[in-house]
């Protein structure tokens, strides 16, 4: 795998954030081999200030100021020449479902992200949720939710919970807001957040260490790698969904499990 996405000839890189090592464990697991080009797994640490370091060191080569990326005087990705792409970013791992009925094991795939400092729009979420819905490796279907995902500082429980599903999130994490807000303001590339529900509203965990490797989030987080892969292809296809655009968020919420 490629430790500097952002210098691959080409523009073809893909770059997967996840905060912590279980889940990065989880995602080296996998097949890399069908990669449309470089693929880096980047563990950024946990919370938004580590994951706009993090993303920003990946993207750029330098640390950067959590918060400012993209600022005048700061040198940002090289600019893509001719014919080449920008390095595509995913932030995926471990969330708190916040959708009445979600179960662990459950996907969530971010129509945009949110946090005190905006949103930013995913994009290519339909050719994503149908990959992740339809397992392009032939394992079992699970359970895919489309809509906002919601940034925090902190683990949220109770009814904190609840206060931001009435904002019309469904689910909640600490690094994809940050994560995408991050790429996107060192240039224009595609993004996406795909999360696994840990716990949900009936199955609310008393603390994120208790989490192991038997638990279904790990497993199913092992079988995204193919979706990403087909997601990032796409984003290479000249007038394809990813070209650029993003989908529209038309239901927020929708299970688009089969």
Partial sequence: MSADPAAEA????????????????????ADLGAAAGAVTVL???MGPRSAERAVTRALTGRSGEAGAPGQPGE???????PGERATAVIATGFCAGLAPGMHPGDLVVADETRDPAGRTVCTGTRILAHAL???LSGGPRRAVHIGPVVGSDHVVRGAERAALHSTGAIAVDMESAATLRTAVGHGIRPVAAVRVVVDAPEHELVRIGTLCGGISAFRVLRTVLPAFFHWHRSSLLPGGELDGHASPPDHPGRDVSL
């Fill in 10 to 29: 080409g523009g073809a890189a893909l770059l997967i954030a996840c905060a912590l090592g279980i889940e990065r464990f989880a995602l080296r697991g």
């Fill in 75 to 81: 040198p940002g990705e090289r600019p893509a020449a």
């Fill in 43 to 45: 563990r950024t640490g």
């Fill in 133 to 135: 819905s339809h397992p």
